[in-house]
């Protein structure tokens, strides 16, 4: 069945926003500029900052919410259902874990490359299935597990092709990078505890999905917004890469957006590529299929790939390109991906295996049942 022009426009939007969130956060931490006090030139290392800006985006999803409410209810008959009255504090644990996670990855970003860091971020395919079957007492296929295990690979490979190309980046240490992979890794266990927790007691309540994003981005940017206060006097060393040596030197962020102006641009590219695509990546699951979705989320990968290198950003390595292809491998099969594909072969082989006297009608009806099936598993 064919898209229509609006699926194809959200997947489209999905596709565009989602890469453009990793790569502006990316271009972002490549800048330099002079700090506060005539400090000299140095790197715009302020993750907190940026994640800080990625839940403003989050937060603008409640915005969006009540804006299409308000235009629904103009209708004769109301299409959006808004679900039923709740306590937002059932979405605070799910935000504490999204703004711990968050700021994980922005620092590790600072660290490796764009396309690691959005590779390494399918782990939380191997952390939900474990804890969803300790938790939620879900029983995972086998094909679930074969990916566990094809996604466990993919990421060694990953890993190895960062270590290689390590001795070769100029721009970060060897250390940095391990650094960073693992600290992405360590932030997808953190993540996959947030989507235990939304499925285990928030979801089960009826709440819709812009909402459910637009209130853990309130907690998110609030929260955190409050912490960088404290963060400002808490030194870590050399851990640090702000003048200061402190866990975030806002102030020194916002003197290096006055002298270069430029930041503030990457800046608002991720806060206002989040919003539409959480927005995006909510209609593609109900317009097409949570299939769909994913299959996206992974051209998204390549496509960071491929422009980071176009950039200059990174240097082509052939393991990469290995791990992506094993990565993509494994989180099809958890996915369940594989699945409409062996059905159109189950149905295809009993078409062509049927009784050579058998109806037209009868051929057709074989035909038409796997591309139904298909549909349905999708």
């Known amino acids: 069945m064919a898209w229509t022009r609006y699926q194809l426009f959200l997947a489209g939007l999905m596709l ?21 006090h005539d400090v000299p030139e140095h790197g715009f290392s302020h993750p907190f900052l940026q994640a800080v800006g990625m839940f403003l985006g989050e937060f603008s999803c409640l915005a969006v919410f009540y804006i299409l409410i308000c235009h629904d209810r103009r209708r004769p008959e ?68 074969l990916g566990i295990f094809i996604t466990i690979l993919g990421l060694v490979i990953v890993g190895l092709a960062d270590f290689f190309s390590g001795h070769r980046d100029d721009s ?48 998110g940017f609030f929260i955190l917004s409050l912490l960088l206060i404290p963060m400002y006097f808490i030194p870590v060393g050399d851990f640090a890469n702000n003048p200061r040596q402190v866990l975030e030197d806002a102030l020194d962020a916002f003197c290096q957006i006055g002298h270069q102006p430029l930041i503030i641009l990457a800046l608002l590219g991720n806060t206002v590529s989040i919003a539409f695509f959480n927005f995006a990546g909510i209609s593609v699951t109900k317009e ?3 299939t769909t979705r994913m299959v996206l989320d992974s051209l998204r990968t390549l496509v960071i790939w491929v422009v980071s290198m176009a950039l200059g950003w990174e240097v082509f390595h052939g393991l990469q390109v290995l791990g992506f292809l094993v990565l993509l491998l494994g989180a099809g099969l958890y996915n369940g991906l594989h699945r409409p594909l062996l059905l159109r072969i189950s149905c295809c082989a009993r078409f062509v295996s049927a009784d050579e006297e058998s109806s037209p009608g009868e051929r057709e009806r074989l035909l038409n049942a796997g591309r139904v099936q298909g549909s349905d598993e999708s």
């Open 172 to 219: 970060h240490k060897l250390s940095e990078v391990i650094t960073g992979d693992l600290l992405i890794i360590m932030a997808q266990v953190i993540v996959s505890v947030q989507m235990v927790l939304e499925e285990k007691f928030v979801y089960r309540h009826d709440v819709h999905p812009l909402r459910a994003v637009g209130t853990e981005g309130f907690f």
């Open 288 to 290: 097409i299929s949570a």
């Open 16 to 36: 565009i926003t989602g890469s453009i969130n990793t790569l502006s956060a990316k271009w972002a931490d490549m800048f330099s500029a002079k700090g506060c």
């Open 78 to 145: 109301p299409r959006i259902n808004p679900g039923q009255s709740f306590n937002p504090l059932l979405f605070l644990p799910p935000a504490m874990c999204d703004m711990t996670a968050t700021s994980i990855m922005y620092v590790a970003l600072n660290m490796t490359s764009a396309s690691s860091f959005q590779m390494l971020r399918g782990a939380v395919i191997i952390f939900t299935g474990l804890l969803s079957v300790a938790f939620l007492g879900r029983r995972l296929a086998p094909s679930q597990w």
